[in-house]
């Protein structure tokens, strides 16, 4: 697609139940991040995904959060045993790496916005 | 602990005013400054800054970036109801060259 797509853009869920967010990036982009942002706050780095190497999850906050990235496209975030305090906007972003000098730009998908009822 | 600070946190101008927005980074073998435009949800990016001293510029946007004193200054001139956002400063650092640390944003907004 032409740019990087999020869905849902909105989920409520019950405390305790598990939920999962997907991200389509920018085709032919080969690094994904997922970020989160929790209301006045910046952005939160939670997992890089590039290319056929080993993800880096080390932001994310605790094993109930999990990552995949299916054949180097669609990635899914898996929140399970939702707690209130993961309520925010799951922002997913992906790029071209051209290198590990400088960091390339990131596009940015709208986002989904996570409330834990 | 890499950091990232801007300000100001929030800033009321009017139509045709024009403003400085802040950042001043702490961290590990600086990378790059980058800055994105967030409205609603989506940030979409601005500018990256790797060298001191030159100024990067879109339009009425304009960055540059000092690396002995650690900031970046985004300016807008003759702002717009359209520039009313929140504006991030993220820096790229350290080793694993990919991971950003983003500020908490200044959330700008322009006044008819």
């Known amino acids: 697609g032409a740019g990087v797509s999020q869905s849902p853009s909105n989920k409520v869920t019950e405390k305790g139940k598990d939920v999962e967010l997907r991200c389509d990036p920018i085709s032919g982009h080969t690094a994904l991040y997922w970020y989160r942002q929790s209301l006045g706050q910046g952005l939160e780095f939670l997992i890089y995904?590039?290319?056929?190497?080993?993800?880096?999850k080390s932001g994310l906050p605790s094993d109930r959060f999990s990552a995949e990235r299916t054949g180097g496209s669609v990635s899914t975030l898996t929140i399970q045993r939702t707690q209130q305090e993961d309520s925010a906007v799951y922002l997913c972003?992906?790029?071209?790496?051209?290198?590990?000098?400088?960091?390339?730009?990131?596009?940015f998908g709208q986002g989904t916005r996570l409330t834990v009822v | 602990e890499d950091k990232v600070v801007q300000s100001p946190l929030s800033l009321v101008v009017h139509e045709g005013d024009t403003v400085t927005l802040n950042c001043s980074y702490e961290v590990t073998n600086f990378r790059s400054l980058l800055w994105y435009k967030q409205e609603k949800k989506a940030p979409t990016f601005l500018f990256m800054l790797?060298?001191?001293?030159i100024e990067k510029k879109s339009g009425r946007l304009s960055s540059i970036l000092d690396k002995k004193e650690l900031f970046s200054i985004l300016n807008i001139t003759a702002t717009q109801t359209g520039d009313s956002a929140v504006y991030l400063c993220?820096?790229?650092?350290?080793?694993?060259?990919?991971?950003?640390?983003f500020g908490k944003g200044t959330k700008l907004s322009v006044i008819p």
């Open positions: 790797t060298s001191s001293g």
């Open positions: 995904f590039q290319g056929n190497s080993a993800p880096d």
């Open positions: 993220a820096v790229g650092a350290g080793a694993g060259s990919y991971q950003l640390t």
């Open positions: 972003a992906s790029s071209s790496a051209f290198g590990r000098v400088f960091h390339p730009e990131a596009f």
